[in-house]
């Protein structure tokens, strides 16, 4: 039987850190399979990543549940069937609410792409453009009840000085996808 962890995937877009995390896990860096994504745009360019990685994908449509209940109680009834242990928000536009955290509650990581407790929330790298900073950044933290307060668990820092927002994000995603999927390896071997 196989040894490897389980990991679940939630994400509403384009999903390169999904396919990040997938690409390591593939590679032996990250000690675990991708199980599942979970997704709440089904016609988001991850779902297509997902199958070309062979992940099994649960693609919804929020509107199809009568309350967010109903929506994170189906959602974690299938981290159950699927065993996960470790659930991964790369780009997952939706609050994650008390059903889930109630089952899942400090099994959950996302990754924001801004030194927190700094720019928390939507646009945090325009925002952090726009008050001009000159050091940008990328945490990985615990999901809690707030919304990107929940404890830092890895930082990665980098200097920018220029005003050119699509090379700034590009050096995000660069420092994402290798942040993101060294954490979640050193979170599955307990350091
Ligand atoms: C990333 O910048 C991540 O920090 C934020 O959403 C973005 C998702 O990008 N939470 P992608 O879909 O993984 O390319």
Redesign the pocket.
């Known amino acids: 039987m196989s040894q490897k962890k389980r990991l679940a995937v939630f994400?509403s877009?384009?999903?390169?850190?999904?396919e990040a995390i997938a690409a390591a896990c593939e590679a032996g860096k990250i000690p675990a399979e991708v199980a599942l994504l979970v997704c709440d745009k089904p016609a988001a360019a991850?779902v297509g990543r997902a199958a070309r990685h062979g992940v099994k994908t649960f693609a919804f449509q929020p509107k199809d549940y009568p309350t967010k209940v109903d929506m994170e109680s189906a959602i974690a009834d299938l981290l159950d069937e699927n065993g996960i242990d470790l659930v991964c928000l790369?780009?997952y536009m939706r609050i994650i609410a008390d059903t889930l955290l109630s089952r899942y509650g400090g099994r959950i990581i996302?990754?924001?792409?801004s030194l927190l407790p700094a720019f928390p929330g939507a646009r945090a790298v325009e925002q952090a453009m726009d008050y001009g900073v000159k050091v940008y950044g990328?945490t990985v933290h615990y999901v809690d009840r707030t919304v990107d307060g929940g404890r830092i668990i890895a930082q990665q820092a980098f200097p920018y000085e220029g005003h050119d927002l699509d090379e700034l994000l590009g050096f995000?995603?660069a420092v994402?996808h290798e942040l993101y999927p060294a954490t979640i390896a050193r979170l599955l071997v307990g350091e």
Do not use: K
């Open positions: 994400a877009g384009t999903g390169t850190n999904f991850v790369a780009g996302n990754i924001h792409p990328v995000v995603h994402e």
